[in-house]
């Protein structure tokens, strides 16, 4: 059974920065999706960014430029990266997996989630 451990999130200043990273048991890492995504107070759940195995990757318009999805094939972990972050960034953060290569849909494996709050 798949399953996924979040770490880091925290509270930060608008413009700054905070990494997340989420590590993979149960399964064969490099055959999975791997994404982030997030869920404000009162809305759904979005799709941040997504990496396959082989290294695509799929970013929301609205963290171009600002977030950076790694995964170490090595090690079983996705990390996020998170640069420049706004007050709209706030959201509880999930890890998520999905078997295959389909970059725009979560799978059915979630973490736990970490809440990212970004206010001064």
């Known amino acids: 059974q798949v399953q996924l451990v979040e770490s880091g999130g925290g509270l930060v200043q608008p413009g700054g920065s905070l990494r997340l990273s989420c590590a993979f048991s149960?399964?064969?890492?490099?055959?999975?999706?791997m994404g982030w995504y997030r869920q404000a107070p009162g809305k759904e759940r979005e799709l941040v960014a997504t990496?396959?195995?082989?290294?695509?990757?799929n970013y929301a318009d609205s963290v171009k430029g600002r977030f950076t999805i790694s995964r170490d094939n090595a090690k079983n972990t996705v990390d996020l990266q998170m640069n420049n972050l706004k007050a709209e960034d706030t959201a509880v953060y999930y890890c998520n997996a999905r078997l295959g290569t389909t970059l725009t849909m979560n799978g059915p494996y979630w973490g736990q989630g970490t809440q990212v709050t970004v206010s001064s």
């Open positions: 149960g399964s064969i890492f490099s055959r999975y999706v």
């Open positions: 990496c396959t195995g082989g290294g695509r990757i």
